[in-house]
Structures are given as structure tokens and as C-alpha cells.
């Protein structure tokens, strides 16, 4: 099931190739309303999420800020809430590696262990998104994962487009359980 609001990036042709595959459906509206969202969840009982939806394009974030909290921070507490109460299997958080910051000629390249360092709103708000799946994670044992591509998951532009192993993610078998030492649950 493909949730989209089809916001300014939006693009039905995009999804030619698999509109009219029995698995897939398509929905229009906000991963940001609780109610729908509750109900997909309630209807569909999902077994994996993969939430790709984001405000990007850090310009428009400078410009207004607002729509990048709506959809990246409580389009992410949302679904995670609703994935929490279903009980699903895995919670795939798509971010962006801007949450790292800018790098200098000099500086050594970013890991998982590099600090957040958002330097825009669009970035602020993908790293609060990271921090509420990490949240969901530790506190309630949600099976949060969180990956952190190098360019924005945005399939109107080729040059965006996410890895083909990330695409193809509900056919795996299983996702990766390996998490950093600083997002271990202790005590």
C-alpha cells in the first residue's frame, strides 16, 4: 500500500509500472493523519512499513518551515504509533545523510557514529524524525530501522532515486538488526 499526499513532488505516472499489480494499492493522503493512518494500519495489518514520505528541498524548508515539521516529524510519530499498536515486524525510516551536516574539503567523510548537526529546517526535521524512530526503539522496542541515504528518497528525479536494494525491501527475507552501540537499549 503506497500512502501519498501528491504534494508539489508527487506524480501518479511515476507508478505506471505498478498500478495495476493486485499487491499494490494506491491511497491519497497524509501519513500526518492519525485517523487515516489508524485505519490503514487497522484494515490492512501490515507486517512492514517503509516510510518514505518527506517534505525535502532544503530551499523551500528556508522559505517555510512549517510543512517540513507536519510531514517529517509528525509524519513519521504517526505511522510509528500506529505500527506500535499493530504490532508489525520491521519499521524502515528513510532519512537523509543532511542530518550529519556539511563537511570541509578537509573533514573526514560521515558514519553512523558522526553527531547530528542539521543546518536547515528540511535537515531539523529528518533528524527529529531519526531521534522518534531511535525514541520508539529504545523505549517501547519497536522494530525501528533507520537508514540514511546519501541523496533524498525523491523518485521524480533519476538522480535522487534510492538504491534498488532499498526499493525492493518487502521482498527480503529480513532487514539488518545491527545497531550502533549508542542506540542500544540498556537498563
Known amino acids: 500500500m503506497n500512502l501519498d499526499k501528491l ?3 508527487g506524480n501518479l505516472e511515476n507508478l505506471a509500472d505498478v498500478q495495476d499489480d493486485q499487491r499494490y494499492t494506491f491511497v491519497r493522503g497524509d501519513v500526518a493523519d492519525r485517523e487515516l493512518v489508524d485505519q490503514l494500519f487497522a484494515r490492512d495489518g501490515f507486517d512492514l512499513v517503509a516510510n518514505l514520505a518527506a517534505e525535502s528541498h532544503v530551499d523551500r524548508s528556508i522559505l517555510a518551515p512549517s510543512p517540513f515539521i507536519e510531514t517529517n516529524v509528525k509524519g513519521t ?5 500506529a505500527a506500535k499498536k499493530c504490532g508489525v515486524r520491521k519499521f524502515l525510516e528513510v532519512s537523509t545523510d543532511e542530518v550529519y551536516g556539511s563537511l570541509g574539503p578537509e ?3 560521515f558514519s553512523e557514529e558522526s553527531p547530528l548537526r542539521p543546518n536547515s529546517p528540511y535537515s531539523a526535521s529528518k533528524a527529529a524524525a531519526d531521534l522518534l524512530g531511535r525514541a520508539y526503539f529504545v523505549t517501547f522496542g519497536a522494530p525501528v530501522v533507520i537508514t540514511r541515504l546519501l ?3 525523491d523518485s521524480q528525479f533519476p538522480q535522487a532515486r534510492m538504491p534498488a536494494d532499498v526499493s525492493h525491501v518487502g521482498s527480503w527475507g529480513g532487514l539488518s538488526e545491527r545497531v550502533p552501540e549508542q542506540t542500544q537499549k540498556t537498563g
Open 77 to 81: 510519530q504517526v505511522p510509528l504509533e
Open 151 to 153: 541523496f533524498p528518497v
Open 107 to 109: 573533514d573526514p567523510p
Open 7 to 9: 504534494t508539489y513532488a
